[in-house]
């Protein structure tokens, strides 16, 4: 499968700026799991630039019916 990077970069929100995998979902994702961390995508802007991807943050704002 062609990754489609240029259409991808529309919906992603990383404002981590020497990110490699920018638009690259695929590889973002498998980066961002090893981690034990979900994609930029997945936070509202606000929780996204503090660049808290844990499982652990994204549960707390689920909870909160921020999510």
Same mark, same amino acid.
């Given at each position: 499968?062609? %990754?489609?990077?240029?259409? @991808?970069? /529309? @919906?992603? @929100? !990383?404002?981590?700026?020497?990110?490699?995998r920018k638009g690259?979902? %695929?590889? %973002? +994702?498998?980066y961002h799991l $090893?981690?034990?961390?979900?994609?930029? !995508?997945?936070?509202?802007?606000? +929780?996204e630039k503090t660049?808290? $991807?844990?499982? /652990?943050?994204?549960?707390?704002?689920? $909870?909160?019916?921020? +999510?």
């Open positions: 499968m062609e %990754c489609i990077s240029d259409k @991808n970069l /529309e @919906n992603c @929100n !990383c404002t981590y700026e020497p990110c490699s690259r979902c %695929c590889l %973002c +994702i498998q $090893r981690m034990r961390e979900l994609p930029a !995508c997945v936070f509202p802007d606000d +929780i660049f808290n $991807r844990s499982f /652990e943050k994204f549960a707390e704002l689920v $909870r909160e019916g921020k +999510i």
